[in-house]
């Protein structure tokens, strides 16, 4: 037993937002806007406010695209355009009512956009055989993409969200900048380090002319691919973050190119271990996190600042309320819900 409030439990303030736990519901996506037009639908509504009520500190959003082109699928949800601020809305209030804190991951698919039409990247290579072959971008393009996220985040903010993530991992647009496996261009959007960090730095700049909360990104840490980005190269990339104001690297892995990943419990928790004290900045684990133990253990040994629960929040909505048993603790429950609790 514990004899103090565990960790997990504990409240952690980030810039002028404060979570009342270290939990996060991982951005996950749900591919349910049916009409193909990015607005919440009910099934939103309360699939993010249940785990709301199971007293998750942090509720994310699934990605959330800033451009029609730049969906996963045509039934993602969508912020490229001011017509989804009012469900957002909706859709915040609904979460922060219930305690929890509201944020967002923006994204853009880049080449692994699974739509109608063309697609583009920083370069003209398919992710796979399978795939269509995006158009290599223009510097207009670029230009008008970096406008989308700023537009993006302006529309989150209106929304009234907590946090915004920006969406730099899994081989989407901004991950294939960042890794030199899809990123073959010869102006300074290539080659070097700093030229395939431009494009997410002006991201985050554009950003940060619109949103002065925190501000997180997720990024894929490990190519799983000799030729491809390592954590050591992701270290000097989140310095670069967080000296561009980053606030958080939420350290997944993978996805820029077919490859296998060896899978077990807590396997992507050494990235954010690494990154968060060799660029010492915050970092937040996921990847097979399942129980208070485990999470608590990262914690304790300061491996990370913030746990993201994925597949475990699509089991079981009240996991906080699991993860405090294991941990053997109490924590507070919806008042309605007291009986039972």
């Given at each position: 037993?514990?004899?103090?409030?565990?960790?997990?439990?504990?409240?952690?303030?980030?810039?002028?937002?404060?979570?009342?736990?270290?939990?996060?519901?991982?951005?996950?996506?749900?591919?349910?806007?049916?009409?193909?037009?990015?607005?919440?639908?009910?099934?939103?509504?309360?699939?993010?406010?249940?785990?709301?009520m199971g007293q998750t500190g942090?509720?994310?959003?699934?990605?959330?695209?800033?451009?029609?082109?730049?969906?996963?699928?045509?039934?993602?949800?969508?912020?490229?355009?001011?017509?989804?601020?009012?469900?957002?809305?909706?859709?915040?209030?609904?979460?922060?009512?219930?305690?929890?804190?509201?944020?967002?991951?923006?994204?853009?698919?880049?080449?692994?956009?699974?739509?109608?039409?063309?697609?583009?990247?920083?370069?003209?290579?398919?992710?796979?055989?399978?795939?269509?072959?995006?158009?290599?971008m223009s510097l207009q393009q670029?230009?008008?993409?970096?406008?989308?996220?700023?537009?993006?985040?302006?529309?989150?903010?209106?929304?009234?969200?907590?946090?915004?993530?920006?969406?730099?991992?899994?081989?989407?647009?901004?991950?294939?900048?960042?890794?030199?496996?899809?990123?073959?261009?010869?102006?300074?959007?290539?080659?070097?380090?700093e030229n395939r960090y431009r494009?997410?730095?002006?991201?985050?700049?554009?950003?940060?002319?619109?949103?002065?909360?925190?501000?997180?990104?997720?990024?894929?840490?490990?190519?799983?691919?000799?030729?491809?980005?390592?954590?050591?190269?992701?270290?000097?990339?989140?310095?670069?973050?967080?000296?561009?104001?980053?606030?958080?690297?939420?350290?997944?892995?993978?996805?820029?190119?077919?490859?296998?990943?060896?899978?077990?419990?807590?396997?992507?928790?050494?990235?954010?271990?690494?990154?968060?004290?060799?660029?010492?900045?915050?970092?937040?684990?996921?990847?097979?996190?399942?129980?208070?133990?485990?999470?608590?253990?990262?914690?304790?040994?300061?491996?990370?600042?913030?746990?993201?629960?994925?597949?475990?929040?699509?089991?079981?909505?009240?996991?906080?309320?699991?993860?405090?048993?294991?941990?053997?603790?109490?924590?507070?429950?919806?008042?309605?819900?007291?009986?039972?609790?």
């Amino acid at each position: 037993m514990f004899h103090i409030q565990p960790l997990l439990f504990q409240p952690l303030t980030i810039r002028d937002v404060t979570l009342k736990n270290r939990i996060v519901m991982s951005p996950m996506c749900m591919y349910s806007c049916y009409e193909q037009d990015g607005i919440v639908t009910p099934w939103h509504m309360t699939h993010y406010t249940s785990r709301a009520m199971g007293q998750t500190g942090l509720i994310m959003t699934e990605a959330a695209a800033v451009s029609p082109q730049g969906r996963i699928s045509a039934e993602d949800l969508g912020i490229w355009d001011d017509s989804h601020v009012e469900g957002l809305s909706k859709l915040v209030s609904a979460i922060q009512e219930n305690g929890s804190k509201a944020a967002i991951q923006i994204a853009h698919a880049g080449r692994k956009a699974m739509i109608d039409g063309p697609i583009i990247a920083p370069s003209a290579i398919a992710f796979s055989e399978k795939m269509k072959t995006p158009e290599e971008m223009s510097l207009q393009q670029i230009e008008e993409t970096v406008n989308q996220f700023r537009s993006a985040a302006k529309r989150a903010k209106a929304a009234g969200f907590d946090v915004i993530e920006i969406h730099g991992a899994h081989g989407y647009l901004i991950n294939e900048f960042l890794s030199p496996l899809s990123n073959r261009r010869s102006d300074f959007y290539g080659g070097s380090q700093e030229n395939r960090y431009r494009f997410l730095q002006e991201i985050i700049a554009a950003v940060r002319l619109e949103w002065e909360g925190p501000l997180f990104v997720r990024i894929s840490a490990n190519d799983y691919h000799p030729e491809g980005n390592t954590p050591e190269d992701f270290v000097t990339y989140s310095k670069w973050m967080k000296e561009d104001g980053v606030d958080l690297i939420d350290c997944s892995s993978g996805a820029v190119v077919p490859a296998k990943i060896p899978t077990f419990p807590g396997y992507q928790v050494s990235f954010a271990d690494k990154i968060k004290n060799e660029a010492e900045i915050a970092t937040a684990a996921v990847g097979l996190i399942t129980t208070g133990r485990q999470a608590e253990e990262i914690l304790q040994n300061k491996r990370a600042d913030l746990i993201f629960i994925g597949r475990e929040f699509l089991k079981d909505p009240y996991w906080p309320r699991s993860a405090a048993q294991d941990l053997g603790t109490e924590i507070e429950s919806p008042k309605q819900y007291e009986r039972g609790w």
